[in-house]
């Protein structure tokens, strides 16, 4: 008797179970849609429409170039007089040792050109 009250319960709690799966299938289904509420947006983030965060200004890059100043019409193997050095600033590195390289022309005196630049 006990091993039959134990499969009747158990059945019972299958059966429920089932009756509850369907029956509560169906008041899911005719029950209307409501829409749920809205969350907020995290305090961190942009809200207003066309707002974004303020970007880095780009760094800017110093070079120092050195060069040889040579007396023109000397030979390639000639010796120099002295160095002549500048330095410039730019957004990259190429641009900066081009804008040295122009002011070590404006530092050259007539008759000298400058040979063997380098970045220091």
């Keep these: 008797m006990g091993n039959m009250l134990r499969a009747s319960a158990a059945g019972v709690v299958v059966a429920g179970s089932l009756f509850v799966g369907v029956a509560g299938a169906s008041v899911a289904v005719a029950a209307p849609v409501q829409p749920g509420p809205v969350a907020a947006a995290p305090i961190g983030q942009p809200v207003l429409a066309g707002w974004a965060p303020m970007q880095e200004k ?63």
């Design 58 to 120: 780009p760094k800017m890059i110093t070079v120092t170039r050195q060069c040889d100043k040579v007396k023109n019409d000397t030979p390639g193997n000639g010796h120099s007089e002295e160095k002549v050095r500048a330095t410039a600033k730019a957004y990259n590195k190429k641009a900066a040792e081009a804008a040295a390289d122009k002011l070590i022309d404006q530092k050259m005196p007539k008759g000298y050109h400058k040979r063997h630049c380098r970045t220091t």
